[in-house]
Nanobody, 126 residues
Framework: VQLVESGGGLVQPGGSLRLSCTAS????????TAWFRQAPGKDREFVAV????????YYADAVKGRFTITEDSARNTVNLQMNSLKPEDTAVYYC????????????????????WGQGTQVTVSS
């Protein structure tokens, strides 16, 4: 199983980026897919999830209303549309997936995801 992220880069505050996570070796829509991020010197933190045990995508409070996670089953891809970006969004963004439908209490924990991408850098700076 391989997850490959793309779409990172440098953007000014208030700008937008779209990250993509494409899988090979498994069907993303059959389980849970999430985005995490890690800033220098900080722990990896949950950003958003789709396909978990609940019905709708779920977001961290820090990105709610600005980020949107969607699934493109035809391309076996999960996208993260990031709008109104802030300098504090600067981090390496990772795609994570698991074969199970993870419950709400567990979506925050990186240890519950079996598969990870290599990460893509997002820098928000003027």
């Amino acid at each position: 199983v391989q997850l490959v992220e793309s779409g990172g880069g440098l953007v000014q505050p208030g700008g937008s980026l779209r990250l993509s996570c494409t899988a090979s070796g498994r069907t993303l829509s059959s389980g849970t897919t999430a985005w995490f991020r890690q800033a220098p010197g900080k722990d990896r933190e949950f950003v958003a999830v789709i396909g978990w045990y609940g019905t709708n995508p779920y977001y961290a409070d820090a990105v709610k209303g600005r980020f949107t996670i969607t699934e493109d089953s035809a391309r076996n891809t999960v996208n993260l549309q990031m709008n109104s970006l802030k300098p504090e969004d600067t981090a390496v963004y990772y795609c994570a997936a698991d074969n199970s439908r993870i419950i709400l209490a567990s979506i925050w924990n990186p240890d519950n995801y079996a598969y990870w991408g290599q990460g893509t850098q997002v820098t928000v700076s003027s």
